[in-house]
C-alpha cells in the first residue's frame, strides 16, 4: 500500500504536494527542512478541513466548545500572550535610517525598531531550527484582496498553530483556488511558529504553547518575508494582517504609489438617496469597528459596511481615491460591544467565530465587560483566566480588555454591495482621530490636503491595550500607524503628501474625536450610533454646504449645523468645540518637539510649513 507524500521526509498528511506551484513547493520544503515539523497539512480552504481544525483544536484542548452559539468556539491564552508586541517587532533592512528615522542624541526613538539582515540571520538561526519539532507545518496559501484581482497580493503562510490555521481561514482568501491565479509568480513569505518544540521543556499554561521572552515578529521589506515566533496571538500569528497588509503592504504601496492604511471604510447614505464612502484612520481600539458598522439612531441613514481596520487605496484614471479591504474578517474588540453600541456586531458574532479572552457562562456562552445588562441572571461566569464564579467584587476583569472575535466578513449583516469588488469603492473624506481626553474637539476639517496630512501625520491618542502599554498615556501615533510603520516615518508622510495631483480628486481630510472629557471625567459625545451626526455634518461639507467657520486649527461647525436633534442627553456645545489656549500651545509645542526628536531630518520641509502657519494662527509667538 501507498503511503502518504513526503516532502523533505516529513509527512504529508492533508493535501497533494504535486499541486504545488514550484515556487511554493520550493518554499515549504525549505521551512519543512529548517523547522523540522512531524506532519504537513497542506491547507485547501474547504469546508471540510475547517471542520477537521475545529476536532484538532478541540482535541489538543486549544480552544472550548460554546453550545449556546452555532460553530463557536474560545481560545484562552497563555496569559503572557494576548496583544501584539511593538516592541519585538522589527524591520529589517539594509540601511537603518530606510527603516526608522534618526532620532536626536539622547533621545530613545519611538517610531519602530531596525534589526539588520545579518542579525536578523543570527536571531533567525537561535530559534527556528527545529522549532516544528512534534508539530504539524500548516501551509496556508491565501490572498489579500478578491482572488486573482490586480490588485491582490498572495502570501503563502508556514505556521505549526492550527487555531492560526482556522483563524487565517476567516481573516483572508484561504484555498488551494490561489495557487491557480499565482502559478510561478512570487508571493510574500510568512513563516510563523508558536516557538514550543515537542516534547515542551516548560509547561504549556492553558495549553497555549508560546514563547514570551522570545518572540519576535520580524520583516524583509525588501524581499517580502515575515519572520514571526513565539507567539500565537493576533497581529503577532494572524500574518495576513498587520505583517503583511500593513507593514509589507506599505513598503510595497510606496514602490507602486498607492496606500496602504490602518482604516476602516464604510458607505453611508443619507435621507435624500445619496452615497458616500469615508475612510477612518483611529489607532487601535480607537473606534474603527464601531464606526464601520454604525447603527444610526436617526431614520434614514443607510450604512453599509466595506472594512473595519485595513484599507489598500489607490487613485484610478480618473483622479478617484478607490479603496478595497484587503481582509476577510473581523478581529474585532469584545469588550464594550453590546446591543445598544454595537448592535450589528451582537448580530454577526455568533455564528462561525473564534473568540479569544473572553469569559464564559455556565450555559455555554461568552461574556465581556459592556454584557451586564444582556446576561441571564441564573448563569455564573468563569473568567478569561479560568476563575470560577467570577463577580464583579474579583477586582479582575472578566475578559481580558483584547479579548476579540474572529468572524467572517459575509456575517456582516450590512456588508456593502461593493465589498468584494476589485475595483474599489470611491472614496469621498479620509477621517484621522484619536483618544483624546482634553483640549481636540469633536470634529475640524483640514485646510487643504497639506494641512490634512500635517494632521495625520500628529495623531496622538491614549495607549490602550492593544498592544503591550499600560496604562491611558498620550501617546503620538501618526497616521494610526505607529506600529505599522515599515519605512521611515519622514518618507512615509512624504508620500502621503506626493498623493496630491491638480488632475486628482483629493478627498477633504477631517480630525474627530469622540473620547473628548468634562471635567468631571465624563465623555462629553455619547458617540457610536450617535457619530452619524457627524458623519452627516462631514458628507455635507464635501458637498461644500456652507455650515463651517474658520479656526486656527481648521474648520469647525456653525454653532447649531450638526444635528443635536434627540440626542438622549444636552451636548454642551462650548465645551466640545472649545480650543483653550494654553492646550493649544502645548500641543503645538509638543508635537513641534515631537517631529524635531523623532523625525528631525527627514521631515518634509512642507509640514514644517504647516506648524508654522498653524503656530501663527493661533498666536503662538516664538
Ligand atoms: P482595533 O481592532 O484594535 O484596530 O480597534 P478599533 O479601532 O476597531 O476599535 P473598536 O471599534 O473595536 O473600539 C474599541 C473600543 O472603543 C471599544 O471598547 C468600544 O466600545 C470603544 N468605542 C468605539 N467607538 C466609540 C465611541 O464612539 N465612543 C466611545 N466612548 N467609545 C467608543
Ligand atoms: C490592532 O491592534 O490594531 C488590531 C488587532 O487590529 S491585531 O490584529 O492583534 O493587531
Ligand atoms: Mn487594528
Known amino acids: 500500500m501507498m503511503g502518504n507524500p513526503k516532502i523533505e521526509n516529513t509527512e504529508v498528511v492533508h493535501g497533494n504536494p504535486q499541486e504545488l506551484p514550484k515556487k511554493v513547493l520550493a518554499f515549504v520544503s525549505e521551512i519543512a527542512q529548517l523547522c523540522q515539523p512531524d506532519k504537513i497539512w497542506l491547507c485547501d480552504g474547504s469546508e471540510d ?14 480552544v472550548i466548545n460554546l453550545p449556546k452559539y452555532e460553530n463557536c468556539v474560545l481560545a484562552r491564552t497563555n496569559p503572557q500572550d494576548v496583544a501584539r508586541m511593538e516592541s519585538k517587532t522589527y524591520i529589517c533592512t539594509e540601511e537603518k535610517r530606510e527603516a526608522i528615522p534618526e532620532p536626536k542624541p539622547g533621545v530613545k526613538g519611538t517610531l519602530g525598531n531596525w534589526m539588520s539582515l545579518k542579525q536578523l540571520d ?27 484581482s490586480p490588485i491582490s497580493h498572495v502570501g503563502i503562510q508556514a505556521s505549526d498553530s492550527v487555531y492560526v490555521a482556522a483563524s487565517m481561514r476567516i481573516m483572508t482568501r484561504m484555498g488551494k483556488n490561489v495557487y491557480k491565479v499565482l502559478g510561478d509568480k512570487d508571493f510574500v513569505k510568512c513563516i510563523h511558529s508558536v516557538g514550543v518544540p515537542l516534547p515542551a521543556q516548560k509547561p504549556i499554561i492553558n495549553n497555549w504553547p508560546c514563547d514570551p521572552e522570545k518572540t519576535m515578529v520580524a520583516h524583509k521589506t525588501k524581499t517580502n518575508e515575515i519572520w514571526s515566533y513565539g507567539s500565537g496571538y493576533g497581529g503577532n500569528s494572524l500574518l495576513g494582517k498587520k505583517c503583511f497588509s500593513l507593514r509589507i503592504g506599505s513598503a510595497i504601496a510606496r514602490r507602486e504609489g498607492w496606500l496602504a492604511e490602518h482604516m476602516l471604510i464604510v458607505g453611508i447614505t443619507n435621507p435624500q438617496g445619496v452615497k458616500k464612502y469615508i475612510v477612518g484612520a483611529f489607532p487601535s481600539q480607537c473606534g474603527k469597528t464601531n464606526l ?15 472594512g473595519d481596520d485595513i484599507a489598500w487605496m489607490r487613485f484610478d484614471e480618473n ?112 477621517l484621522f482621530g484619536g483618544r483624546r481626553p482634553e483640549g481636540i474637539p469633536l470634529i475640524y476639517e483640514t485646510r487643504s490636503w497639506k494641512h490634512g496630512v500635517y494632521a495625520g501625520a500628529s495623531v496622538s491618542s491614549e495607549a490602550t491595550s492593544a498592544a503591550e502599554y499600560k496604562g491611558h498615556k498620550v501617546m503620538h501615533d501618526p ?22 495631483k491638480d488632475y486628482r480628486k483629493m478627498p477633504k481630510i477631517f480630525h474627530v474625536n469622540w473620547f ?31 455650515i463651517a467657520v474658520e479656526s486656527p486649527i481648521g474648520l469647525l461647525p456653525k454653532e447649531g449645523s450638526i444635528n443635536l436633534e434627540g440626542l438622549p442627553d444636552p451636548i454642551n456645545w462650548e465645551e466640545l468645540f472649545e480650543l483653550p489656549e494654553d492646550f493649544w500651545k502645548r500641543e503645538m509645542n509638543d508635537i513641534e518637539t515631537y517631529f524635531n526628536q523623532q523625525i528631525g531630518d527627514d521631515l518634509p520641509p512642507a509640514i514644517r510649513e504647516e506648524i508654522e502657519n498653524q503656530k501663527k494662527r493661533l498666536g503662538i509667538s516664538k
Open 292 to 306: 464601520a458598522m454604525l447603527t444610526s439612531p436617526i431614520p434614514g441613514y443607510k450604512i453599509e459596511c466595506v
Open 319 to 430: 483622479g478617484v481615491l478607490r479603496a478595497i479591504n484587503p481582509e476577510f474578517g473581523f478581529f474585532g474588540v469584545c469588550p464594550g460591544t453590546n446591543h445598544h453600541t454595537n448592535p450589528v456586531a451582537m448580530d454577526m458574532i455568533f455564528k462561525n467565530t473564534i473568540f479569544t479572552n473572553v469569559a464564559k457562562t455556565s450555559d455555554g456562552g461568552v461574556f465581556w465587560e459592556g454584557l451586564e445588562k444582556e446576561l441571564k441572571t441564573h448563569v455564573s461566569i468563569t473568567s478569561w483566566t479560568g476563575e470560577k464564579h467570577w463577580t464583579r467584587d474579583s477586582g479582575k476583569p472578566a475578559a481580558h480588555p483584547n479579548a476579540r472575535f474572529c468572524t467572517p466578513l459575509v456575517n456582516c449583516p450590512i456588508l456593502d454591495p461593493h465589498w468584494n469588488s476589485p475595483e474599489g469603492v470611491p472614496i469621498s473624506a479620509i
Open 516 to 546: 473628548r472629557k468634562n471635567k468631571e471625567g465624563h465623555y462629553l459625545w455619547p458617540g457610536f450610533g450617535e457619530n452619524i451626526r457627524v458623519l452627516d455634518w462631514i458628507m455635507r461639507r464635501c458637498d461644500n454646504e456652507p
Open 122 to 148: 543570527e536571531e533567525i538561526k537561535s530559534r527556528f531550527p527545529g522549532c516544528m519539532k512534534g508539530r504539524t507545518l500548516y501551509l496556508l496559501p491565501f490572498s489579500m484582496g478578491p482572488i486573482g
Open 479 to 500: 497616521f494610526s500607524a505607529r506600529p505599522f510603520l515599515s519605512y521611515n516615518a519622514g518618507k512615509y508622510i512624504e508620500h502621503w503628501l506626493q498623493m496630491e
Open 49 to 62: 478541513e475547517n471542520k477537521d481544525f475545529t476536532r484538532l483544536m478541540l482535541e489538543e484542548n486549544l
